[in-house]
């Protein structure tokens, strides 16, 4: 007699929900991807993938099987074991954004039944799964959070070209409203992963993820404001980086950048911020000032390159400037607030003529304004500055050799080149 495979429901099929649905797919669940993006839908069931860690033959590996489907609504969606809920949580006027996670939460509530599972991965501030995805799942189902059916919190880690932490291999928070909750969470991703974290309560998982981020975020900007400081004084900041790094206790080593991007950093801190400020009305001084400094660096690169090409007796309007690198991380083509847009738009205002070289950015999400070549030795020599923001692996850079260069990384030791 066989046994019938657990039927997952996960909504939103992006960065963080298309590696879960395939990976579910290969520990044998039956799984339908909703995502609200019909053209994504439609991509998705012909076996092509938009997201880097998902190759095309991951893809039509799980379909083979005939246990994934991808649906851009929840009509005539059934009965599931498991819904989680990855969809984005950005801010609108510098206020966290739940209105996904609501249309989510509604959608998936006239579905749950006895004995079912509903996980929230989405990055928000504390208490949200337990005060605001609960009531809705309630109310939608006629059912009792608990009694009826269980609900759990396990943020994302998704980490976008990481080819040493995968999926599978990076540990999983996982929490639940109650004991029963929180066993159901567990082996649901005892499946899917190989190490799993419990933690008492939702409100720990939601928290867990922004320290995460926050650590980050903070520590970034102490760097980036380091290496302004350092350029004013005439210090090598990212040999003093090196040095410090060379301690084998105590520092963990972080490097300057031309501003953070992604969903986390530029976004994440903040849900901390707001509900420490929401909820003990007072601000979280770190966050706000990290937000402050990492917010400020396009404004900052654009800065140092009116300062190289003034040196050089050139106005920047007018002024051909190629941008190495325009997604936020390299090895990847995510620009979701990549600092190199910003750092294009402020250089496009000031009347310079911006050109781009990134192999992954797709024409969907090239900017406006901006031509896209390719990184050689003639595009570089046709510049009269080079600014490096995200090196890829798949670009040259032996190619900016003998051009003006300001490289933000630290990544390029040719002749002509400053760091930030």
């Not at 850079?397 to 002749?415: C, I, K, P, Q």
């Amino acid at each position: 007699m066989s046994v019938r495979a657990k039927r997952l429901v996960v909504v939103g099929q992006g960065y963080v929900g298309l590696p879960l649905s395939v990976r579910a797919v290969e520990a044998g669940y039956d799984v339908v991807g909703v995502d609200v993006d019909s053209t994504k839908c439609s991509a998705l069931n012909r076996g092509v993938s938009y997201i880097d860690d998902v190759c095309d033959a991951q893809l039509g590996a799980a379909l083979r099987t005939g246990r994934f489907e991808a649906k851009a609504d929840f009509d005539n969606l059934g009965d599931f074991d498991y819904a989680v809920i990855t969809v984005p949580t950005p801010l609108r006027e510098t206020l966290p954004d739940l209105r996904f996670i609501e249309s989510a939460t509604r959608s998936i509530a006239p579905h749950v039944s006895l004995g079912s599972t509903v996980v929230l991965e989405s990055t928000t501030s504390p208490g949200t799964t337990a005060e605001l995805v609960v009531p809705l799942l309630e109310s939608g189902s006629g059912l009792t959070a608990g009694r009826d059916f269980h609900v759990g919190y396990s943020p994302e880690r998704i980490d976008p070209g990481n080819r040493h932490w995968s999926f599978e291999t990076t540990p999983k928070v996982v929490s639940g409203i109650d004991a029963a909750s929180l066993a159901s969470v567990t082996a649901l991703y005892d499946d899917l992963v190989e190490t799993t974290v419990p933690v008492s309560g939702t409100r720990e998982a939601e928290l867990a993820k922004l320290i995460e981020n926050t650590f980050r975020h903070v520590n970034i900007a102490l760097v980036n404001e380091l290496a302004i400081a350092a350029h004013e004084l005439g210090i090598d900041a990212w040999e003093a980086i090196e040095a410090a790094g060379s301690k084998p206790f105590g520092f963990m080593k972080f490097t300057p950048g031309p501003g953070v991007g992604g969903h986390c950093l530029p976004v994440d801190p903040s849900y901390l911020s707001w509900e420490v400020r929401r909820k003990l009305g007072r601000g979280f001084r770190f966050i706000d000032l990290a937000n402050e400094i990492n917010a400020h660096m396009p404004e900052h690169v654009v800065t140092r390159v009116e300062s190289l090409l003034n040196d050089s007796a050139i106005a920047v309007r007018g002024a051909r400037v190629l941008i190495v690198g325009l997604a936020y991380k390299a090895d990847t083509g995510d620009v979701r607030e990549s600092p190199a847009l910003r750092v294009a738009e402020i250089l496009r205002s000031k009347g310079a003529v911006v050109v781009a070289a990134d192999p992954h950015v797709t024409a969907r999400d090239w900017p406006l304004g901006v031509e896209q070549v390719d990184l050689t030795r003639e595009t570089a020599a046709s510049a009269d500055v080079c600014v490096v923001l995200t090196p890829h692996a798949a670009l040259d850079l032996d190619a900016l050799r003998g051009a003006l260069v300001l490289d933000t990384r630290n990544v390029v030791s040719h002749d002509h080149v400053v760091t930030l």
